[in-house]
Nanobody, 125 residues
Framework: VQLQASGGGLVQAGGSLRLSCAAS????????VGWFRQAPGKEREGVIT????????WYADSVKGRFTISRDDAKNTVHLQMNSLKPEDTAVYYC???????????????????WGQGTQVTVSS
């Protein structure tokens, strides 16, 4: 199982970024996928998840109305569209996948067995 996150960068407050998580080595459409983020000095936190069929999502309160998750199983990719970015969104963003959906929300990091490397998102004020 391999996950590759990309799309991070530097953006001004109010701007947008689109992160992508490309998967390989497994049957992608069997897996729930999540995005987590970790700001300096803080614990990694769940941001958003999408189930294997794409019809169920969870959003952290802090990103509701601004972030959207979608999946393209034909391309083994999940996208995280981030709009109206705020300086407090600055963090390293990680994608993760697991066969079993989280039992609790916000999901703990232990709910996901497979992780990609992080991609840095920096939002300037």
């Amino acid at each position: 199982v391999q996950l590759q996150a990309s799309g991070g960068g530097l953006v001004q407050a109010g701007g947008s970024l689109r992160l992508s998580c490309a998967a390989s080595g497994f049957t992608f459409d069997d897996y729930t996928v999540g995005w987590f983020r970790q700001a300096p000095g803080k614990e990694r936190e769940g941001v958003i998840t999408i189930n294997n069929s794409g019809d169920s999502t969870w959003y952290a309160d802090s990103v509701k109305g601004r972030f959207t998750i979608s999946r393209d199983d034909a391309k083994n990719t999940v996208h995280l569209q981030m709009n109206s970015l705020k300086p407090e969104d600055t963090a390293v963003y990680y994608c993760a996948a697991d066969l079993v959906p989280p039992r609790h929300y916000p999901p703990p990091t232990s709910a996901f067995a497979s992780w990609g490397q992080g991609t840095q998102v920096t939002v300037s004020s």
